[in-house]
């Protein structure tokens, strides 16, 4: 099981949880200081430390994702096809995985993907159903695939931030503001103050923890986290369901 944190929290009850192999590091929540840090005390713990990169890419943010690059991290998490390249000009210093953000929604992109990009694995779309996600696995055997089992889906970037609007800029990485749209969907929106853009985010959770086990084939589960507390990520880690969770695409795909 692979887990990606956003708070100190959820790192720690996931260095506790036996079943987790893998921590990803949000580089949109943290300070360079502490991620070094967290690399360290993951690996103490005998679980692989990877990098996961920004859902948004500027070229002002080469610099630090460089640098990134050259830290003991034993791998990373690319989000966008500007973070591939900038991983495979940096001589592809560590593992790679591919978010499903970088689109691999049937079996001709996928290995595109892999044969351009050589990266170790590449995540299952969100948007397949159960059945199209089958068939697109019995098609690439030669692929290492990743499956999201958990996650609260990040539906837009803006560089418009609520907080800001709603109140005044206080730098804090914040992801206490909600709202909701005409159909009563309720939103968070997580601030990103490094980089001044917001990320919102469903609030009700795509939950597939007790499905698991449907596609035989796949190896390995990712559960990705966001506001979650230490309490939540505790009963997720153990594979119990927040209440008013999705299942997204998976029963009915899309039209």
Not at 43 to 67: S, T
Not at 221 to 249: D, S
Request: aromatic share 8%; hydrophobic share 35%.
């Amino acid at each position: 099981l692979a887990v990606t944190i956003a708070t100190k929290e959820q790192l720690h009850v996931a260095m506790q949880t036996e079943s987790v192999y893998r921590i990803d590091i949000e580089l949109e929540s943290f300070q360079d200081s502490d991620i070094n840090k967290m690399i360290e005390q993951t690996q103490k713990y005998g679980k692989l430390a990877y990098l996961a990169l920004p859902h948004c890419y500027r070229q002002n943010m080469k610099e630090r994702i460089c640098r990134m690059f050259r830290t003991e991290a034993d791998g990373c998490l690319l989000r966008t096809i500007d973070e591939v390249a900038l991983w495979k000009e940096n001589g592809r210093q560590m593992p790679a995985v591919l978010d499903y953000s970088v689109y691999a929604y049937n079996h001709e992109a996928a290995g595109i993907c892999q044969e351009a990009f050589g990266c170790h694995a590449l995540t299952l779309p969100m948007e397949l159903n159960r059945k199209e996600l089958e068939d697109l696995i019995m098609h690439t055997p030669e692929i290492h695939w990743e499956w999201v089992i958990y996650e609260r889906p990040a539906v837009m970037i803006s560089a418009q931030c609520g907080y800001k609007n709603n109140d005044r800029c206080d730098k804090r990485n914040a992801t206490d503001l909600e709202f909701s749209n005409a159909h009563g969907d309720t939103y968070i929106a997580k601030a990103v103050c490094n980089e001044c853009y917001n990320i919102i985010y469903q609030k009700n959770p795509i939950s597939l923890l007790e499905r698991r086990y449907d596609l035989a084939k796949i190896r390995d589960n990712r559960i990705v986290m966001t506001t979650e507390t230490g309490n939540q990520a505790e009963k997720i880690l153990a594979f119990r369901p927040e209440e008013n969770c999705q299942e997204g695409h998976y029963r009915k795909g899309i039209e």
